[in-house]
């Protein structure tokens, strides 16, 4: 959704200071095959075109600074004909891509900086209800992520990283990890030999990722007449999530007898079950699923500015180190005036700010950041 | 050779006898043409045939059963024949990868996977454990319906599958079944043995009749996927895409008019009726790819958290199997 007032000032104002930013930095290292792929964008009234396609970046780029999307976004697939309908395009296989975002995270800290703004006249209220100003309008939460945000989705990160190179066995070159310019990180997979999965088999991948569908029986629990029974699987419990559950419940190959207990102590076979899924929900990652699972989705171009923030889409080449809000922050230090539609903190650049007054002059960067979430406008008076 | 009359070899070994189709019309053929009888019979009455003979016997009981089958010319028979045909090949294939056998066989196994579906399968040569990579599992595995084959349920490390023989073998049972089924489906035969069609037109009469009228159904209630999304909507509350398409597509699989699933539609928040025809239209293949869309697994509902599961729903693979009853 796009939470910018549709105001002159502050169209003609990010459109500018995006513009620059394309045309200053007009590279996107991270395109592959551009010729093979669809694009898109969303333009600042929200209107989104789709089916494009470009030989060279040189191309894209001449796209972007004439027309400043809001948002550029490029297929995952690579097409025979990436401009074609959808049913002609000729599908030649797909990136393998995992999104996961904060909000998934449900991280308890999120309503300490949540701000619920108007969807009919922009109005930033309390709480999550009708808009007390206009007394018409549903809400919408936009939130600023804070520290404890940006820890707990890099700690999720690193779990996603685990599973990728120890269990599905993806080696590092194939995995680039960009942080999407607001509140998630995105993981792009281009091993020639995941290209050609189907939905189906993404779906299946992406079930291995969450944790959903352990069964009893694969770590050696059978149901059996009104009880269980225990036959460890030929193939082990050593190995991936049979090891993860294995370990978490203190067993290996030989704890037939200590397992037998495990059950019984828990309830029996439902019981056990109950367990397992607990164990399950701890260690699996919270990815969106319907991302993955679509092969002719478009995504978020790498390098491009992330129209809900104002922050680039930026490879992260070390997770511990990497801090979004300095490193993905790429606009100009150049002041402008905001009108701001409520108080708060924000970091920026390595930069704190605290904007208590309606009318502020703060650096461009941190002006494009508030318009895009919609808590300021830029000021008629410059 | 024998166990394996599909491969490249069996065609080869046809070939360099000269072998006509006329011969089959010599009374000498008739006991192959009595065996390839009764291995169709087996199999149309779900039972495997496990007769095993030598590998001239075995090639040409091969050829007549294909010639049969591309002659009673019902899809039917041809799918389940082929089914039953691979579910033989299972079992030589497991017997051959159990430990005791000897190398030469295992490769021979290897040879198949590798040659006929591409697959490069290692076997410990010490235990019955055998490894795939995920991508090979996975394009097989995502289309059974156990639960047992999804891919955290098996035992993984570094990009591999690690099953026992047995698994290994039934993974390929459904892509051997195809393509069986694609060689009888591509067959060119100009001129079918007199002694076999004949055989073929009593097979026909005999069994034709199980297969017509199937698969009428009247559903008594709506699963509890649907029921949400219904609520859902009926509330005026968004639903996501998601969930729009498993409503359309449900709606539509179950026999409602495109009308229908639109007027359903009326009460979302964002209804936009030029969309929602277009849409609509479009998952009944009436629009765009001319593609019908099938209503989602049960499986993949569950991973995009729109399963709803009750007792009823134990054992389904699909919504649309949900309460209903065959029509007589």
């Known amino acids: 959704m796009n939470q910018i ?55 894209l780029v001449a796209e972007l600074v004439r027309n400043v999307p809001l948002d550029v976004y490029y297929s995952n697939a690579y097409y025979g004909f990436p401009s074609n309908p959808i049913n002609e395009k000729q599908w030649e296989g797909a990136d393998l891509i995992f999104d996961i975002d904060i909000k998934d995270l449900n991280i308890p800290c999120f309503h300490e900086h949540a701000y619920y703004i108007c969807n009919l006249c922009g109005f930033v209220n309390s709480e999550q209800k009708l808009c007390i100003n206009c007394n018409k309008g549903k809400t919408y939460d936009i939130s600023i992520p804070c520290k404890k945000c940006f820890t707990a989705i890099k700690k999720e990160a690193a779990k996603l990283l685990e599973f990728l190179r120890y269990d599905l066995g993806i080696e590092e070159k194939f995995i680039e990890i960009f942080f999407s310019g607001n509140a998630g990180f995105h993981f792009h997979v281009n091993d020639p030999s995941m290209r050609n999965l189907d939905s189906n088999s993404r779906s299946n991948v992406t079930d291995y990722i969450i944790g959903n569908g352990f069964m009893c029986e694969s770590i050696g629990v059978r149901k059996y007449r009104n009880g ?39 309830g029996g076979y439902d019981g056990f079950r109950n367990e397992i899924n607990r164990i399950t929900k701890k260690f699996g990652v919270h990815i969106d699923s319907q991302v993955t699972n679509d092969i002719h989705r478009v995504f978020r171009l790498p390098g491009s500015i992330n129209g809900k923030s104002g922050l680039t889409k930026t490879k992260c080449e070390d997770l511990e180190s990497f801090n979004p809000n300095n490193d993905a922050c790429m606009l100009s230090d150049s002041e402008v005036y905001i009108n701001l539609k409520t108080k708060l903190k924000i970091n920026l650049k390595n930069n704190n700010f605290k904007l208590d007054n309606v009318l502020e002059k703060v650096p461009s960067y941190v002006a494009v950041y508030l318009v895009c979430k919609g808590l300021a406008t830029i000021s008629k008076n410059q | 050779m024998a166990k394996y009359p599909f491969l490249q070899e069996a065609s080869d070994y046809i070939q360099e006898t000269k072998f006509d189709f006329a011969e089959f019309d010599r009374p000498e053929m008739i006991h192959i043409i009595n065996r390839a009888v009764e291995k169709l019979e087996n199999e149309l009455k779900g039972k495997i045939y496990s007769n095993l003979d030598e ?60 040659e006929l579906f591409n697959i490069n399968i290692d076997f410990d040569s010490t ?14 595995a995502s289309k059974m319906h156990e639960q047992e084959w999804k891919l955290i349920n098996r035992s993984i490390k570094d990009g591999y599958v690690y099953l026992d023989t047995d698994e290994a073998v039934r993974l ?24 076999i069609k004949s055989k073929a037109d009593e097979l026909r009469k005999k069994y034709s009749g199980r297969y017509v009228y199937r698969n009428q159904f009247k559903i008594l209630e709506y699963p509890p996927c649907i029921k949400h999304a219904m609520e859902i909507i009926n509330k005026g509350e968004n639903l996501p895409h998601s969930a729009r398409f498993m409503l359309a597509t449900y709606m539509l699989a179950i ?52 399963c709803f599961a009750v007792k009823e729903c134990e054992n389904l693979i699909n919504p649309i199997q949900f309460g209903r009853r065959k029509l007589t």
């Open chain 2, 127 to 140: 235990s019955s454990i055998c490894k795939l990579s995920i991508p090979d599992y996975l394009l097989r």
């Open chain 2, 55 to 114: 590998y001239e016997i075995e090639i040409m009981t091969f050829l007549v059963s294909l010639l049969l089958i591309k002659s009673i010319g019902l899809e039917e028979i041809s799918k389940k024949c082929s089914l039953f045909e691979a579910m033989r090949v299972e079992r030589f294939l497991s017997t051959d990868l159990s430990i005791e056998r000897s190398q030469k066989k295992k490769l021979l196994v290897q040879k198949i996977f590798q």
């Open chain 1, 5 to 59: 007032e549709y105001t002159n000032e502050n169209i003609k104002f990010l459109k500018g200071v995006f513009r620059k930013y394309y045309f200053e930095n007009k590279y996107f290292p991270y395109l592959y095959s551009i010729e093979k792929r669809e694009f898109g964008y969303r333009k600042f009234d929200s209107l989104v075109v789709r089916h494009l396609s470009f030989k060279y970046i040189g191309e």
């Open chain 2, 255 to 306: 026999g409602k008019t495109e009308e229908e699933v639109i007027e359903i539609f009326k009460n979302s928040p964002d209804y936009n009726e030029k969309i929602t025809r277009y849409q609509v239209e479009h998952l009944a293949g009436k629009k765009g790819s001319h593609i019908k869309y099938s209503v989602p697994s049960c499986d993949r509902l569950r991973s995009e958290d729109l």
């Open chain 1, 228 to 266: 269980f029974m225990i036959k460890l699987p030929k193939s082990g419990i050593m190995n991936g999530w049979r090891k993860k559950i294995a370990s978490s419940l203190g067993i290996n190959q030989k704890s037939e007898l200590k397992l037998k207990h495990l059950v019984e102590a828990s």
């Open chain 2, 172 to 195: 390929i049972r459904n892509e051997l079944s195809n393509l069986i089924y694609t060689r009888i489906k591509n067959m060119k035969v100009y001129e079918v043995p007199i002694l």
